[in-house]
């Protein structure tokens, strides 16, 4: 069985009374997609928030490549190989493709003065890798939801990133556009990059993932492999009823 590359145990995050995660675990395995699934409110955010070291877990403990990792914000995060595209892509209108990519960390010359003509050809070479056909100078502003997300997902492979995690990324998206997003996702995990992916629709779940994680109320509920679960029983797991007991059926 392949190792995974990153590893969560017993994480729980206590906001005063607030338990919002109690205990959870997670594994994200090299070259496999991983559904995380859980109704609102079941702690799938604040559990990214720690992976990507916005906020700190109360306890437990994060491993990378079987070695304890501690991130105390994004820029660690960053670092160590884990980013994060989100619904709302984080990036700035007003700056260029190039400059959303390598925001943070862009090539420099002796002197750390931002060597432009490197950034610019790797901003083309990352696009060329995505299929897209876009010139890295255009300004953010100007790009369609969609294209949003191809420059997040350049940014993540311009620090060449071990883990990617996806927020709901279709959620604004068209049917064409999706199924390109789909496209792009095989090929980050063919490049054996671990995918978080994050949605609640049944139909992405089954057509892009290889694993699941399940979570509800701020509890690991199960894992396992997409081939060996159907969609009654994800639901379950979410709701911790039976969809007989959700929908009841009626007599005729």
């Not at 069985?1 to 919002?20: C, D, N, V, Y």
């Not at 010359?109 to 070479?125: H, M």
Request: glycine share 8%; with cysteine; aromatic share 6%.
């Amino acid at each position: 069985m392949t190792t995974p590359i990153l590893e969560l145990t017993g994480i729980s995050k206590t906001f005063g009374a607030t338990k919002a995660l109690d205990g959870a675990r997670l594994e994200l395995y090299p070259g496999e997609v991983t559904a995380l699934i859980g109704e609102n409110g079941a702690g799938k955010s604040t559990l990214v928030k720690i992976i990507t070291g916005i906020q700190p877990p109360t306890s437990g403990e994060m491993r990378l490549d079987g070695k304890p990792l501690r991130v105390r914000n994004p820029e660690e995060a960053f670092a160590a190989g884990i980013t994060a595209i989100y619904q709302e892509t984080v990036l700035f209108d007003e700056l260029s493709i190039a400059e959303n990519i390598f925001l943070g960390h862009e090539p420099r010359r002796a002197g750390g003065l931002i060597d432009w003509p490197t950034v610019f050809a790797r901003s083309r070479e990352l696009l060329a890798r995505l299929e897209i056909d876009l010139d890295p100078r255009t300004i953010l502003k100007n790009l369609s939801i969609a294209q949003r997300h191809i420059v997040g997902i350049a940014r993540a492979l311009s620090i060449d990133a071990r883990i990617v995690i996806m927020d709901e990324p279709t959620a604004a998206l068209s049917r064409h556009e999706i199924e390109d997003l789909y496209g792009i996702v095989r090929g980050l995990a063919a490049e054996g990059k671990a995918i978080l992916f994050i949605t609640h629709k049944f139909d992405e779940i089954f057509a892009i993932c290889d694993r699941y994680a399940v979570f509800r109320d701020g509890r690991f509920i199960g894992e396992g492999l997409i081939r060996d679960v159907d969609q009654d029983r994800l639901v379950s797991m979410m709701v911790g009823r039976s969809v007989e007991q959700i929908y009841p059926k009626r007599p005729v």
